[in-house]
């Protein structure tokens, strides 16, 4: 059951076959099993779930489904869920409980869906490990010494050691889609505005955005469904007509043009990534599709960029926490700066204080032209990278990551080589486009390689249909770890 697709589910649901509080105990019942290991949760209140899936149950009997009334979704700990405790995986936020639903988290529950929990993630989303979180690393399902990627580590593992048969993540600069790649799984991040940020906490706001994680494409699509769309609430939610993300998951990909940029290939790019996501081109080159050679030549400049721009709206973001209205407040301090300054030093760990000092520097009078403004022209220039590729091209691919899932504590004391990890995801981000991971083979240690699909703005269903074609042909995304039976 817990290797059922998001069809299946819905379908063995409409049947009743199983019932929304049978399929949510079995998961509650592995996490209460697996969890304590993985660390992939951090909030679960079977109540709550439970009282959830009786209301599908009588949603189903009532013949008011919908394709996800009755589905157990996990939520990554960022997204605020009215009466759960909604931490960002930090000490500053260890005792809120959010007094209000997210959009995402309001649309889910209005089609019926089940929460499942809170899932484990980076401090404020900032990581690429699932290492940075106060409540301690998580694990990665295919091998216990590793981490499962991050920031969206804990969904990911959720997903791929079947704790949840979906979940919710963020993606700033890749943590749906390196998770995702590191765990095996399915992750989109969509078009910037495609999913409305309201209620998600914010790390950089120009770059956050909202997406799903599953097994497949076709699980990726349905969840979508739910929950992107207009929402007057995030001043960037864009509205345009409702899309039905299923809509292309049939059509063939005879005379797709897929783009392979070759700064994708260069140094850094393990042999083994290399070597998959290579097997998984000739795979789509079977099926129809033809590869288009082609350079987006200021690639080399991402990782730079991102890591000026997202510090400093983190900067920004992040002054809104000081110990005043809700979260962590210092327990002895003088005189009320000296109270903010111990709320915020005990608060926030190392690596949001190195963010939130590297964002603050280069927003400083003197080095704004410097560091800010120009990271911020180097923004422009790989958004037109992509316009000039996609001219040539439907979709590009790549590896999501230059490496399979390292172990843990490998990266944790050296940031700039955390941050290099980022080197094929954040530019999707830096420019607003729609980008995805799916499983395409294994590597080192047996562990999972992700391929990244990207394609141009508003294509997130042409996406979804390319890779659930590569998914009717391959198996890759139907392999799971061993604790995973
Ligand atoms: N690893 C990147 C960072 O640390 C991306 C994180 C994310 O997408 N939230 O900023």
Redesign the pocket.
């Known amino acids: 059951m817990q290797n059922a697709s998001l069809k299946q589910l819905s379908a063995q649901l409409a049947q009743k076959k199983v019932s929304s509080v049978e399929l949510t105990q079995l998961h509650l019942d592995r996490i209460a099993r697996l969890n304590p290991d993985l660390n992939a949760f951090v909030t679960v209140d079977a109540d709550k779930s439970l009282a959830q899936a009786r209301a599908a149950d009588a949603r189903i009997a009532a013949g008011t489904a919908q394709p996800l009334t009755g589905i157990p979704v996990a939520h990554k700990d960022i997204f605020c869920a009215k009466g759960w405790l909604t931490t960002c995986g930090s000490k500053i936020l260890s005792n809120f409980v959010s007094p209000y639903d997210a959009h995402v988290v309001e649309r889910l529950d209005a089609a019926g869906a089940v929460n499942l929990g809170k899932t484990n993630m980076?401090e404020f989303?900032?990581?690429?490990s699932t290492e940075t979180c106060f409540w301690g690393a998580v694990k990665n399902p295919w091998d216990a010494t590793r981490v499962p990627g991050?920031?969206s580590g804990g969904s990911a593992a959720a997903v791929a050691a079947r704790l949840a048969p979906a979940a919710i993540g963020?993606?700033?600069?890749?943590?749906i889609r390196?998770p995702a790649a590191f765990s095996g799984i399915s992750g989109i991040k969509p078009t910037y505005g495609v999913v409305s940020r309201y209620g998600m906490i914010a790390?950089a706001s120009s770059l956050d955005q909202g997406g799903p994680m599953a097994k497949s494409a076709e699980d990726l699509a349905l969840m979508l469904n739910a929950f992107a769309g207009f929402d007057a609430r995030d001043s960037t939610s864009l509205d345009r007509p409702p899309e039905d993300y299923t809509r292309a998951l049939a059509t063939p990909l005879k005379g797709l043009r897929i783009g392979v940029p070759k700064e994708y290939f260069g140094d850094g790019l393990d042999g083994d990534v290399a070597t998959a996501v290579e097997a998984a081109l000739a795979q789509f080159e079977k099926l129809g599709a033809k590869r288009v050679a082609l350079s987006l030549p200021n690639s080399r400049l991402s990782v730079p960029a991102?890591y000026v721009i997202?510090p400093a709206e983190a900067s920004s973001n992040l002054s809104r926490f000081d110990g005043v209205r809700y979260g962590y407040r210092a327990p002895e301090y003088g005189d009320l700066s000296d109270m903010y300054r111990k709320s915020r030093a005990q608060g926030f760990g190392a690596e949001v204080k190195r963010r939130i000092l590297i964002g603050t520097y280069v927003l400083s009078h003197g080095y704004y032209d410097a560091y800010y403004l120009k990271a911020q022209q180097i923004r422009r220039l790989i958004a037109q990278d992509f316009t000039e590729a996609y001219k040539q091209c439907d979709l590009i691919m790549g590896p999501t990551s230059p490496s399979v899932a390292f172990g843990i504590g490998a990266k944790a004391s050296d940031p700039v080589q955390m941050?290099l990890t980022?080197v094929y995801?954040?530019s999707a981000?830096l420019a607003g486009l729609p980008a995805m991971s799916i499983p395409c083979g294994f590597g080192e240690g047996g562990m999972p390689v992700g391929l990244q699909v990207m394609g141009n703005y508003f294509t997130e269903a042409d996406m979804l249909g390319a890779a659930h074609q590569f998914q009717l042909a391959t198996d890759w995304h139907l392999r799971r770890p061993a604790g995973a039976e």
């Not at 989303?125 to 690429?128: H, K, V």
């Not at 963020?170 to 943590?175: F, L, Q």
């Open positions: 980076d989303a900032m990581g690429s991050g920031s963020t993606d700033t600069g890749g943590s390196q790390y991102y997202a941050y980022d995801t954040v981000n």
